[in-house]
Nanobody
Framework: QEQLVESGGGFVQYGGSLRLSCATS????????IAWFRQAPGKERVGVSC????????FYGPPAKGRFTMFRDSVDKSVHLEMKNLEPEDTAVYYC???????????????????WGQGTQVTVSS
């Protein structure tokens, strides 16, 4: 069974930090791309970061604004998102997603990702 389980969300004040974690199981971790998306109520799901495990490359979407760092742990097959200097605009449900890196996949297109976690809520107060 292919699974992603997010953790680490919670409440934080403006300017605070959180580290989100995504535990993976049931698929070949090293052959996938794994991404973080977020979705606030009434808004579209947007890409936060994307890590191509098979190449080691990491990319960041506009929400990161230089404040976020995504990294992997190849031993326990997990990925993490370290978020600093958080703002109220970062309030959203954060999802971990994975996809096989087929030829024309788009790191920022949620529809290209077939494995999803349940999400973890991040709430940033002013």
């Amino acid at each position: 069974q292919e699974q992603l389980v997010e953790s680490g969300g919670g409440f934080v004040q403006y300017g605070g930090s959180l580290r989100l974690s995504c535990a993976t199981s049931g698929f070949r971790f090293d052959s996938y791309a794994i991404a973080w998306f977020r979705q606030a109520p009434g808004k579209e799901r947007v890409g936060v970061s994307c890590h191509r495990v098979y190449t080691g490359d990491t990319f960041y979407g506009p929400p990161a604004k230089g404040r976020f760092t995504m990294f992997r742990d190849s031993v326990d097959k997990s990925v993490h998102l370290e978020m600093k200097n958080l703002e109220p605009e970062d309030t959203a449900v954060y999802y971990c997603a994975a996809t096989v890196p087929f030829s024309d996949y788009d790191c920022w297109n949620a529809a290209d990702f077939g494995i999803w976690g349940q999400g973890t809520q991040v709430t940033v107060s002013s």
